[in-house]
C-alpha cells in the first residue's frame, strides 16, 4: 500500500472520475484505475460501483476517502511538526465561498504567512453547504462561508465580516420599496443551493 494510492483516491473522489483524476495527478486513467483495483483487492473492499459508464464511489469508498484524507493532512505535517515545534506550522485546508476568493481570503492570508510563515495553505472553494459537509467529513480543516440557518454542534462560527443584502434594478425603475419591486417583477434568482440564494428567496 502506498502513499501515492490514497492521495489518487483523493482525486477521484475531488475530481469526480478516473480520468479527470488521472490528469490531476500525471497518471494515464489505466493506470488510476490499477491503483484503485488494488486498494480494492487488498483489504477486500468495493470501493466503487462500476455498473455505470463513470466509477461511483460507494458508502465504503466515502469513509476511506475521509480516512484518507486524515493519513495524508498527517503525514504531509510531519516534517513542519518536527522542525518548528515554537511556531505554528503545517498544511491548512481552508474551504472558501467564491465571492470571499479576491479580497478577504487574499488579505487575511497574506497577514498569516507574516505571522507564521511555517503555515502552507490550500483553499478550497465551494458554496457554504457544500463545504460545511466537507468540514463535517474532516476534509477540509476550517471554512469561510455563509452564515446557515443551523449549524451543527460538532462546530463553531465566529463572525469576521458581514454585508447588506440590497436590490439591483434598471435604470428608470419606479422608485418603490424592494419588497414591492420583488412581488410584482421577476427577477434574476441567485443560485438555491447556496445560504444566500435561500435568503433571497425567503
Not at 1 to 10: D, K, Q, V, Y
Not at 63 to 80: K, M, N, R, T
Request: hydrophobic share 45%; charged share 20%.
Amino acid at each position: 500500500m502506498s502513499i501515492r494510492a490514497f492521495r489518487t483516491l483523493l482525486a477521484v473522489h475531488r475530481h469526480g472520475s478516473f480520468r479527470a483524476a488521472a490528469d490531476a495527478v500525471n497518471l494515464t486513467p489505466a493506470a488510476v484505475s490499477q491503483q484503485m483495483r488494488h486498494l480494492e483487492d487488498t483489504w477486500n473492499l468495493q470501493l466503487f460501483d462500476r455498473a455505470q459508464r463513470t466509477p461511483k464511489l460507494t458508502e465504503t469508498g466515502l469513509s476511506l476517502v475521509d480516512e484518507a484524507f486524515a493519513l495524508l493532512s498527517h503525514y504531509d505535517g510531519l516534517p513542519d511538526k518536527l522542525g518548528a515545534q515554537d511556531d505554528m506550522s503545517g498544511e491548512l485546508v481552508l474551504g472558501a465561498v467564491p465571492t470571499t476568493l479576491t479580497g478577504l481570503v487574499p488579505l487575511a492570508l497574506s497577514r498569516l504567512k507574516i505571522q507564521h510563515p511555517g503555515i502552507r495553505v490550500r483553499i478550497v472553494p465551494g458554496l457554504s453547504n457544500q463545504l460545511l459537509l466537507q468540514l463535517e467529513r474532516g476534509q477540509i480543516h476550517a471554512a469561510i462561508v455563509s452564515r446557515p440557518p443551523v449549524l451543527p454542534k460538532t462546530m463553531a462560527f465566529s463572525s469576521i465580516a458581514k454585508e447588506d443584502l440590497v436590490l439591483l434594478v434598471a435604470d428608470g425603475t419606479e422608485d418603490r420599496s424592494p419588497h414591492d419591486l420583488l412581488r410584482d417583477n421577476p427577477f434574476i434568482r441567485f443560485n438555491r443551493d447556496a445560504v444566500v440564494g435561500r435568503q433571497i428567496e425567503a
